[in-house]
């Protein structure tokens, strides 16, 4: 069992820029591909980036060059930076472990609004 706990979301102006932090309960990034989704009002969960076992990295078309993935293998927290947030990033974000099973966090809201 995996828990996953996310943190660092709240409402930022439109340029803005917030980071996002998954903390894993227990070390799993040898074993578990790391990503981040997110889930705005009336849409489907989607991916918006994530980093493989061996550090590989793939980003939402929307999210490239604005948002980025990194994880601190001792801290186990992985990381979304997001910088030129627009008002279409307003969403909960969602940090997920996925192995044999998968496993979500509980979400954090991130709305960006002037």
């Known amino acids: 069992q995996v828990e996953l706990v996310e943190s660092g979301g709240g409402l930022v102006q439109p340029g803005g820029s917030l980071r996002l932090s998954c903390a894993a309960s227990r070390s799993i990034f040898s074993t578990h591909v790391m990503g981040w989704y997110r889930q705005a009002p009336g849409e489907q969960r989607e991916l918006v980036a994530r980093?493989?076992?061996?550090?590989?990295?793939n980003y939402a078309d929307s999210v490239k060059g604005r948002f980025t993935i990194s994880r601190d293998n001792a801290k186990n927290t992985v990381y979304l930076q997001m910088d030129s947030l627009k008002p279409e990033d307003t969403a909960v974000y969602y940090c997920?472990?996925?192995?044999?099973?998968?496993?979500w966090g509980q979400g954090t809201q991130v709305t960006v609004s002037s």
């Open positions: 997920n472990a996925r192995w044999v099973s998968d496993y």
């Open positions: 980093i493989s076992t061996g550090g590989k990295i």
